[in-house]
């Protein structure tokens, strides 16, 4: 088993930054490929960040591609999203997620998931 816990969300202003962590437990961290989701209220969740076991990689959904970046501390077992230039659209609540699948971008490919942190971005 693997726990993830999100922290970092919160309310900001248009253009403004968040940084999102993400802290796991349990199993060896730096074995699994980290992922970033979020839902927005009466949408599905869909795939935002993704980064491969080593860190060498990292996968963006075009609607964040250029403002947001992943990196992940193995030695600390903890993974952040840095968000820039965040717009009113990316307000959801924003999920980190745990996988050894070889694909990245869908949440069946995800074994373990945190509870999730409310984004609010304000016009």
């Known amino acids: 088993q693997v726990q993830l816990v999100e922290s970092g969300g919160g309310l900001v202003q248009a253009g403004g930054s968040l940084r999102l962590s993400c802290a796991a437990s349990?199993?060896?961290?730096?074995?699994?490929?980290m992922g970033w989701f979020r839902q927005a209220p009466g949408k599905e969740r869909e795939f935002v960040a993704a980064?491969?076991?080593?860190?060498?990689?990292?996968y963006y959904a075009d609607s964040v591609k250029g403002r947001f970046t992943m990196s992940r501390d193995n030695a600390k077992n903890t993974e952040y999203l840095q968000m820039n230039s965040l717009k009113p659209e990316d307000t959801a609540v924003y999920y980190c997620?745990?996988?050894?699948?070889?694909?990245?971008?869908?949440?069946?490919?995800?074994?373990?998931w945190g509870q999730g942190t409310q984004v609010t971005v304000s016009s």
């Open positions: 980064i491969t076991w080593n860190g060498g990689s990292t």
């Open positions: 349990g199993r060896p961290f730096g074995s699994y490929t």
């Open positions: 997620a745990a996988g050894r699948s070889l694909r990245y971008d869908g949440t069946l490919n995800y074994d373990y």
